[in-house]
T-cell receptor, first 112, second 113 residues
């Protein structure tokens, strides 16, 4: 079965620190890749997505992600986090024609 | 407001009750989804509807019964639930297969007592 692995359950960072959240998937064919964010009490929002082309994808709020095909990875990065980035982050993979498969999520807490 | 509206936002029900969750999308999408979100677990896909036809049932117990009367509305009928069914139930919609991603509603927080 396809799976999406997010390595960190909870990450705690100070403001202005750099962020990298790992995501690996197990599907070997063509995939579309996504990162979603869920702020406390709010709905899941799309941060960024990758279909093809440049493997470095830029999203909203200064986030970016890099697709490394050889590593089956799609890690999320931000150079300098803010308190308002406190949220849960979900990596999702769409293998071919099948529905989105989500990882377990990573909770990010940014402290002043 | 995402364009996908779920009601109610919160629901507490007894194990013998019957209730329904409602989802409505105003985006002109033709596919709709039910996901279950539990703590420390990946979002679990429950059902997929495409042009009102159910295209996926992810081995969901029969105490959950979906209904999709048209491409804009999706229901999840609940009966004789168990406490472990307590979770956040998320509705999403997409255009066609959702290659560009899904749009999610805010969810219904369900507590079974």
């Amino acid at each position: 079965a396809q799976s999406v692995s997010q390595h960190n359950h909870h990450v705690i960072l100070s403001e202005a620190a750099s962020l990298e959240l790992g995501c690996n998937y197990s599907y070997g064919g063509t995939v579309n890749l996504f990162w979603y964010v869920q702020y406390p009490g709010q709905h899941l929002q799309l941060l960024l997505k990758y279909f093809s082309g440049d493997p470095l994808v830029k999203g909203i709020k200064g986030f970016e992600a890099e697709f490394i095909k050889s590593k089956f990875s799609f890690n999320l990065r931000k150079p300098s986090v803010q308190w308002s980035d406190t949220a849960e982050y979900f990596c999702a993979v769409k293998p071919g024609n099948t529905p989105l498969v989500f990882g377990k999520g990573t909770r990010l807490s940014v402290i002043a | 407001e995402t364009g996908v509206t779920q009601t109610p936002r919160h629901l507490v029900m007894g194990m013998t009750n019957k209730k329904s969750l409602k989802c409505e999308q105003h985006l002109g999408h033709n596919a709709m989804y039910w996901y279950k979100q539990s703590a420390k677990k990946p979002l679990e896909l429950m059902f997929v509807y495409n042009f009102k036809e159910q295209t996926e049932n992810n081995s969901v117990p029969s105490r959950f019964s979906p209904e999709c009367p048209n491409s804009s509305h999706l229901f999840l009928h609940l009966h004789t639930l168990q406490p472990e069914d307590s979770a956040l139930y998320l509705c999403a919609s997409s255009q066609d297969r959702g290659d560009y991603g899904y749009t999610f509603g805010s969810g219904t927080r369900l507590t079974v007592v």
